[in-house]
């Protein structure tokens, strides 16, 4: 059983479209991230959601909006998509925002024409 | 802002050696602190989690060590072998009450035969 599920895994698009990325996570945890991955292969966050709080990065584009339909899910909606934005998105969970450990999602790899 | 530092960036070895990864942190008020790795193409694998109040944690070959008082974290791997060889990441919480865990750059590390 995957513990973080990320759909797609890859995704090939148009300059102006827009797309989801989902994610879902069956531990039960809180605190759900989107990370971004960049060319360089660093990480970077995206937002931060639990239940109560959503932490957003103050660099993103607000283009990205994160949605959480239930504890278990949340997935990333980009609009108007810019050849900047391709890149490695991850989501991860932990079960306390404070002390839990991180648990990743494959990835979703973002390609941007 | 947490800023995190790991070196080496880059580390190519041959079999059998042990090996010392560095991760430094700015803002020593942190809960946790954690060590990954990452294959080429792949997600991020948990390997240790250390909380504040432990110094070090074991797992097989490696050990993580924890220095709050000093910003430091060393990831220790014993008889190093081709199958270590990928991206080790450490992650701790932000400053500034937000607790989001912020990455360092990683440590590339190619162990050869």
């Known amino acids: 059983d995957t513990a973080v599920s990320q759909t797609p895994k890859y995704l090939v698009t148009q300059m102006g479209n827009d797309k989801s990325i989902k994610c879902e996570q069956n531990?039960?945890?809180?605190?759900m991230y989107w990370y971004k991955q960049d060319s360089k292969k660093f990480l970077k966050i995206m937002f931060s959601?639990?239940?109560?709080?959503?932490?957003i990065n103050e660099t993103v584009p607000n283009r990205f909006s994160p949605k959480s339909p239930d504890k278990a899910h949340l997935n990333l909606h980009i609009n108007s998509l810019e050849l900047g934005d391709s890149a490695v998105y991850f989501c991860?969970?932990?079960?306390?925002?404070?002390?839990?450990?991180?648990?990743f999602g494959e990835g979703s790899r973002l390609t941007v024409l | 802002k947490q800023e995190v530092t790991q070196i080496p960036a880059a580390l190519s070895v041959p079999e059998g050696e042990n090996l010392v990864l560095n991760c430094s942190f700015t803002?020593?008020?942190?809960?946790?602190l954690q060590w990954f790795r990452q294959d080429p193409g792949k997600g991020l694998t948990s390997l240790l989690l250390?909380?504040?109040?432990?110094r070090e944690q074991t797992s097989g070959r490696l050990n993580a060590s924890l220095d709050k008082s000093s910003g430091r974290s060393t990831l220790y791997i014993a008889a190093s072998q081709p199958g270590d060889s990928a991206t080790y990441l450490c992650?701790?919480?932000?400053?500034?009450?937000?607790?989001?865990?912020?990455f360092g750059r990683g440590t590339s590390l190619i162990v050869h035969p």
């Open positions: 250390i909380q504040s109040s432990q």
């Open positions: 991860a969970s932990s079960h306390s925002q404070v002390t839990g450990e991180l648990f």
């Open positions: 531990l039960g945890h809180d605190t």
């Open positions: 803002d020593s008020a942190i809960y946790n």
């Open positions: 959601y639990n239940n109560k709080e959503l932490i």
């Open positions: 992650a701790v919480p932000a400053s500034g009450g937000s607790y989001i865990p912020t």
